[in-house]
């Protein structure tokens, strides 16, 4: 067994990781350390609004192969249907689980303009703001969606504040590794 550096068991040679290399020989293979990257670099593949066949077929495909989309879609499935008045979606992205909502209800979204710069997501019928305040009357909504949102959130007091002061009734929120998806009257 030598140490200089590395120590050999069986024969095997072994790098001891040092925390100013990003690749490192370490159990005879090459491959970046992952404690030392700053910045992520691998994204989800972003929901598209349904459109045409194949847009419809690949959010299925995508709730099919991904578990954490899978869950959310099937807790909302038996819920959304049952919501009436004025719906506000709060983070909506690309609005993925408009479509589980019943014509009783009147849809909004809105999403923080950062949503648009880190992760592409842009549509014409999404109110876009930018700050902790919510460009939405007091009391003036019945129901509020908000899904894979909390976690982007700096400061979830302030969040939940706003959706306080902004709803009548009910407010349906999640993040990740929460399930089953909380329900809360408010």
């Known amino acids: 067994m030598k140490y200089n550096g590395k120590t050999g068991v069986a024969g095997l040679v072994m790098e001891i990781p040092d925390k100013r290399m990003a690749?490192?020989?370490?159990?005879?293979?090459?491959?970046k350390n992952m404690l030392h990257q700053t910045a992520e670099t691998w994204r989800p593949p972003l929901f598209s609004r349904p459109e045409g066949l194949v847009g419809k077929l690949t959010p299925a495909a995508r709730r099919f192969l991904d578990l954490?989309?899978?869950s959310i879609w099937r807790d909302l499935a038996g819920t959304l249907p049952r919501a009436r008045g004025a719906v506000l979606d709060v983070g909506c992205g690309a609005q993925p689980y408009r479509e589980l909502f019943s014509g009783a209800t009147s849809y909004r979204g809105i999403d923080a303009l950062e949503a648009k710069v880190h992760f592409g997501y842009e549509n014409s019928d999404t109110c876009y703001f930018a700050g902790d305040t919510w460009p939405v009357e007091d009391a003036s909504v019945d129901f509020i969606l908000c899904t894979?949102?909390?976690?982007?959130?700096?400061?979830?007091?302030?969040?939940?504040?706003?959706?306080?002061?902004?709803?009548?009734?009910?407010?349906?929120?999640?993040?990740?590794?929460?399930r089953p998806l909380a329900l809360h009257p408010l």
């Open 148 to 178: 894979e949102t909390l976690e982007h959130v700096p400061e979830p007091r302030k969040f939940l504040a706003e959706a306080y002061r902004r709803t009548r009734w009910y407010a349906a929120a999640d993040g990740p590794f929460r």
């Open 23 to 31: 690749t490192e020989p370490y159990l005879g293979c090459r491959r």
């Open 68 to 70: 954490q989309a899978g």
